[in-house]
Nanobody, 115 residues
Framework: HVQLVESGGGSVQAGGSLKLSCVAS????????MGWFRQIPDKEREGVAT???????SYADSVKGRFTISRDNAKNTVYLQMNSLRSEDTALYYC??????????WGQGTQVTVS
C-alpha cells in the first residue's frame, strides 16, 4: 500500500538540468531500496539509478557522471538530479521501491523531454 508520487519533470534544452522528486506515503523509505527507471514509447523500461538502505548507489552506464540519486528519509523523499541532459534522456521517469527482491511499487511517472 505504499504510494509514490513523482514530480519535477518538464521540457529542457540539451545540456540543461532537472531535479526529480519522489514522495512516498503509506510507509517510510528509510528501510527500503529506492530506484529510478525510465521508459520511452516502443522501448523497454530501463533502470537509471538505485539507492539502497545502507547508502549504496548504482547507475546505468548511460547516466554515470551526469545523474545523482539521493534521499531524505526525514521527508520520505528520493531525488534524481539530472545534469548535462541529452535528447536520448527523453522518457517517462518512474520512481520505484520494493518489499522483496523485485521492485513492485511504482509511481505514475513524470515526463522529461530534452530538445
Amino acid at each position: 500500500h505504499v504510494q509514490l508520487v513523482e514530480s519535477g519533470g518538464g521540457s529542457v534544452q540539451a545540456g540543461g538540468s532537472l531535479k526529480l522528486s519522489c514522495v512516498a506515503s503509506g510507509d517510510t523509505i528509510g528501510r527500503y531500496c529506492m530506484g529510478w527507471f525510465r521508459q520511452i514509447p516502443d522501448k523497454e523500461r530501463e533502470g537509471v539509478a538505485t539507492f539502497d538502505s545502507d547508502g549504496t548507489t548504482s547507475y546505468a552506464d548511460s547516466v554515470k557522471g551526469r545523474f545523482t540519486i539521493s534521499r531524505d528519509n526525514a521527508k520520505n523523499t528520493v531525488y534524481l538530479q539530472m545534469n548535462s541532459l541529452r535528447s536520448e534522456d527523453t522518457a517517462l521517469y518512474y520512481c520505484a521501491t520494493r518489499d522483496g527482491a523485485a521492485y513492485n511499487y511504482w509511481g505514475q511517472g513524470t515526463q522529461v523531454t530534452v530538445s
